[in-house]
C-alpha cells in the first residue's frame, strides 16, 4: 500500500507563499499520477491540483494561476508551491496517488492557515 507523508503546512498571512512537500513509497512513483486535495471544516474534499507521470499538469480554478505543482521521481516527492495566499485557502492538503482510475489511501495531511 502507498504510504504518503505530507509536509510543510503552517500560517501564513495573505498574499505569502508555502511550499508544500508530500513524499511517496511503497509504490513505483514514477509510474503514477500525483495530485494534492484540500479540505476545509464542513466541506468536501476537492482536488486541486495533478501531475500525470508524464508530466501534465491540471489546476482547479479557485487556484490557477497561484500554484504550481511539480514532481521530482528520483526523491519520490510531489510539491504544491503556493503564491499569493488566501484566507480561502485555509484548509488540510492531502496528496495520493492515481493509477488505472484507482487512488491510494489518504495520509495525514498539512495544515495550511492564511490569516492577517
Known amino acids: 500500500q502507498v504510504q504518503l507523508v505530507e509536509s510543510g503546512g503552517g500560517l501564513v498571512q495573505p498574499g505569502g507563499s508555502l511550499r508544500l512537500s508530500c513524499a511517496a513509497s511503497?509504490?513505483?512513483?514514477?509510474?503514477?499520477?500525483m495530485v494534492w486535495y484540500r479540505q476545509a471544516p464542513g466541506k468536501q474534499r476537492e482536488l486541486v491540483a495533478g501531475?500525470?507521470?508524464?508530466?501534465?499538469?491540471n489546476y482547479a480554478d479557485s487556484v490557477k494561476g497561484r500554484f504550481t505543482i511539480s514532481r521530482d521521481n528520483a526523491k519520490n516527492t510531489v510539491y504544491l508551491q503556493m503564491n499569493s495566499l488566501k484566507p480561502e485557502d485555509t484548509a488540510v492538503y492531502y496528496c495520493?496517488?492515481?493509477?488505472?482510475?484507482?487512488?491510494?489511501?489518504w495520509g495525514q495531511g498539512t495544515q495550511v492557515t492564511v490569516s492577517s
Open positions: 511503497g509504490i513505483i512513483f514514477s509510474r503514477y499520477d
Open positions: 495520493n496517488s492515481m493509477r488505472g482510475g484507482v487512488r491510494g489511501n
Open positions: 501531475i500525470t507521470s508524464g508530466g501534465r499538469t
